[in-house]
């Protein structure tokens, strides 16, 4: 597992030279230790699979599945904007959910801000603490025996009980968002619930997010999201969309907004009320009911064929297609890839976190996190006036 995670400062807020360097190789040292120690506990356990009797194989292939992380990488930069309000949220084996038979699940998450980067902030803060409140909170015993395996059953009632499953999973992340959506309307840019600040009340309405969240489970990719943020699954080579823009000139969104007595105006593209350039976000209290924060959410079967899954803010989409991203992370997370990854110096980009190469055990950079990396170049290269955040998960090894 790695990450990294850049942020453009002002001038005035660089440290000496010297202690970014020392900072930095504090953090390599740090990570290659934790990454040695995932290392060796996961040798442990095929250790322990080969000398096990067979009589065990379940168990042991259950532990291994328990020890492994995701394998991703991240780059979040402020690029030619000047101000930072994306913000970006990783916590692997987040909860033990029933729904999920007590395996472990994983949480990627990406959230635009406007109109400062406060709601963005607080989303980060609390958006994984909420689902995994609502995930725990699911019961699903239909179809399953005491050992907490799917019980055996005809097709129809193997389609019910994955109807069931499907409608629980939607359920938990409808109620995230709209709890979500509560705290970020009655929580103010200082930090302050309600109005006990006394702050103007403008500064608690004023500001959104949009919200991208992926679970991972070892069986499915959930994704619920609300704007224009975005979610693509590669597979066999294709670009797979996981979520879809919520643009207020796509046609159920504006037959939606004008249902609610709101207008889609023509502004440098079509925004709400002439202001807002998506249709649905958290927060944004001043254009309630018009922009909405109910997520869509996709309910998506891994397959042996997933090579990777790259969520991003609109800074990547706005100028690089779903196809293209795909390609380039492919490329860079190929076994063998040395053109992609010798092209980015990993002393440029501040010293990603390092991983160990079994073979060689050489450091270097995770191919997740050099595809996070270039991806973020190119979107730069091509003139993205937004913030960039991208996430990209190495499926094939996760």
Known sequence: MTEYCRRMLNDDEYDSPEKCRERRRRRI???????????????????????????????????????????????????????????????????????CRRRPVHFFAVYDGHGGPHVAELCRERMHVIVEEELVRLSCTRGVDASGEVSGGSKEEDEDVVEEEEGLWRRAMERSFQRMDE????????????????CQPMEVALGGSTAVVVVLTPDHIVVANCGDSRAVLSRSGRAVPLSHDHKPDRSDELERIEAAGGRVIFLNGARVEGILAMSRAIGDKYL????????????????????????????????????????????????????????????TIGGPPQVEEERSGALYPSRS?????????????????????????DLKRS
Do not use: H
């Open 369 to 393: 996190t050099l595809a996070a990396a270039l991806l973020t170049r190119l979107a730069l290269g091509r003139k993205s006036s937004d913030n960039v955040s991208v996430i990209v998960v």
């Open 288 to 347: 309630k009911p018009i922009v909405i924060s109910d997520p869509e959410i996709t309910f998506s079967k891994r397959e042996p064929e997933d090579e990777c899954l790259i969520i991003a803010s609109d800074g990547l989409w706005d100028v690089l297609s779903s196809e293209l991203a795909c390609d380039v992370a492919r490329e860079c997370l190929g076994e063998g890839s040395t053109s992609a990854t010798s092209a980015i110096d990993p002393s």
């Open 183 to 198: 705290a970020a309307m009655n929580t103010c840019a200082c930090g302050s619930a309600g109005y006990q600040c006394g």
């Open 29 to 99: 040292e740090m990570r290659r230790v934790a990454a040695l120690s995932a290392e060796q506990e996961t040798k442990r356990l095929r250790a322990e699979e080969a000398s096990t009797s067979s009589s065990a194989p379940d168990e042991v292939a259950e532990q291994l599945e328990a020890a492994r992380e995701p394998v991703f990488g991240i780059m979040s930069v402020a690029g030619r904007s000047r101000y930072m309000e994306d913000a970006v949220s990783v916590w692997t084996s987040l909860c033990l959910p029933e729904i």
